[in-house]
């Protein structure tokens, strides 16, 4: 067995002591350079004031969160000047060389001014400005500007009504034809263009205030005012003769009070005094609605958009040309009407 080996403890306690002696003679010799290694002065500064440098600019700095900041635009020769982004500046094409000076040029889009695409921070560069819309409201720039509204504001636009466009109109073409009179009682038969008909029953003529027909088509629509006698010159025969006419009135919600007086003829002449039951299918080409049909009846009363809660417009008459509107001004109540053709908006007048 070797030396090591019998004298294993004895060596490693030797070896532990030897470095321990080795490291705590490097330490004596960095103790000098602590200062140098670390940027310290372990000998104190000798300084003895303790107050904060320029700790008296705090007071200064809190006064100045009271202060009035407000920044004022400011104007050179009469113009706004603004300070914060580059002005705006534009060429004529057809004269690249000359800058164009919206301030004093002549409008670049007649009949807008240019300071009102200054004032509402509208771009004027685009050869369709004028009809461009910037809120997607329906309307464009130059009809903003002819209303005298925003248009960077969707809330802001002129009359919906100039945007109301007339697309078909929708027909019922029918006719009573009465029957021969039982003293002051009447008979009655109805035929439409739909293929709808229908007669008073068979030995049950129709009284004074009473409805021609009680069932079917036309329920309860027609009621039998009463009848007169005329006399006329029937220009077949060069003769006068006496006609025979009956009172209807109408009991539908838009035509209510309407009295039709319809004379006795023969049976092939029912279009000679064949009504109309009209309605115009109508579009409002703003504020999110185009492309969306709104039927609505001749003589009815609605809002624009159609589902406003205040119905100041009426669709007065439908024709197959054109249709009427009368429109109420809720501030004066004055009513003033507008025609529209069909398939276009209407001519809208100041």
Not at 39 to 50: C, I, L, Y
Not at 54 to 71: E, F, H, M, N, Q
Not at 93 to 113: A, C, G, M, N, Q
Request: charged residues 25%.
């Amino acid at each position: 067995m070797s030396w090591f080996s019998q004298n294993y403890e004895k060596a490693a306690v030797g070896g532990a002591a030897l470095a321990a002696i080795g490291f705590a003679f490097l330490g004596w010799l960095k103790l000098g350079d602590v200062p140098a290694d670390f940027s310290a002065n372990t000998k104190g500064t000798g300084v003895t004031d303790p107050s904060i440098p320029d700790a008296d600019l705090v007071p200064k700095a809190i006064a100045s969160l009271g202060l009035d900041r407000t920044w004022h635009q400011a104007e050179a020769e009469n113009r706004p000047v603004d300070l914060f982004t580059g002005v705006p500046l534009f060429i004529a094409r057809d004269h690249p060389d000359k800058p164009v000076d919206l301030y004093t040029s002549p409008p670049v889009h007649p009949p807008i001014p240019n300071i009102w695409w200054i004032e509402h921070d509208m771009d004027p560069g685009y050869a369709d400005s004028p009809s461009r819309d910037a809120d997607e409201d329906g309307f464009t720039n130059l009809e903003e500007y002819k209303g005298k509204t925003d248009p960077k504001d969707a809330k802001s636009h002129p009359p919906l009504l100039a945007k109301l466009k007339f697309e078909k109109v929708e027909s019922l073409n029918w006719c009573v034809r009465p029957g021969y009179p039982e003293g002051e009682n009447f008979t009655g038969t109805y035929v439409d263009s739909l293929g709808g008909k229908n007669k008073t029953k068979t030995g049950a003529s129709v009284k004074p205030g009473e409805m021609f027909f009680a069932d079917g088509v036309m329920k309860n629509r027609f009621k039998y005012l009463g009848l007169e006698k005329r006399r006329e010159m029937n220009n077949a025969i060069h003769m006068e003769m006496e006609v025979t006419y009956a009172k209807i009135e109408d009991q539908l919600p838009n035509k209510k009070g309407v009295v039709y007086e319809i004379p006795q003829f023969a049976e092939g002449r029912q279009q000679e005094f064949s009504k109309y039951d009209r309605s115009a299918v109508l579009t409002l080409e703003a504020i999110g609605n185009a492309g969306k049909n709104e039927t609505i009846k001749e003589n009815t009363p609605f809002g624009l958009p159609f589902d406003a809660p205040k119905k100041d417009f009426l669709l007065k008459k439908v024709t197959p040309e054109s249709i009427e509107i009368e429109a109420t001004d809720g501030a004066t109540g004055n009513k003033k009407t507008t025609t529209i053709r069909l398939g276009s908006f209407p001519e809208m007048t100041p």
